[in-house]
């Protein structure tokens, strides 16, 4: 059973950094893309990075691009994301996810609160 165990989200202030991890087992990880994606309160999920099976090739929505960083580590089975130059809208539930064909179910998620 594939689990993705996602950690490191809290309560910051704008402009300081933060580092997600996600722990994920019950898979080949390094088989997979790995994906970041958030959920604002009363906001669709979005996608915020991805990174390709090898770490060579990564994607980031416009909204985080060069504030946010994904990379992963195949011996550990995580993938991180940090994050920079917090600001207010960056307030959500972030989820990590796994893709081969399609991503896979999703985890609980980590809450960052970012206050102005």
């Known amino acids: 059973q594939v689990q993705l165990v996602e950690s490191g989200g809290g309560l910051v202030q704008a402009g300081v950094s933060l580092r997600l991890s996600c722990a994920a087992s019950?898979?080949?990880?390094?088989?997979?893309?790995m994906g970041w994606f958030r959920q604002a309160p009363g906001k669709e999920r979005e996608f915020v990075a991805a990174?390709?099976?090898?770490?060579?090739?990564?994607d980031y929505a416009d909204s985080v691009k060069g504030r946010f960083t994904i990379s992963r580590d195949n011996a550990k089975n995580t993938v991180y994301l940090q994050m920079n130059s917090l600001k207010p809208e960056d307030t959500a539930v972030y989820y990590c996810?796994?893709?081969?064909?399609?991503?896979?179910?999703w985890g609980q998620g980590t809450q960052v609160t970012v206050s102005s």
């Open positions: 996810n796994a893709k081969q064909t399609g991503w896979l179910s």
């Open positions: 019950g898979l080949t990880f390094s088989s997979y893309t």
């Open positions: 990174i390709s099976w090898s770490g060579k090739s990564t």
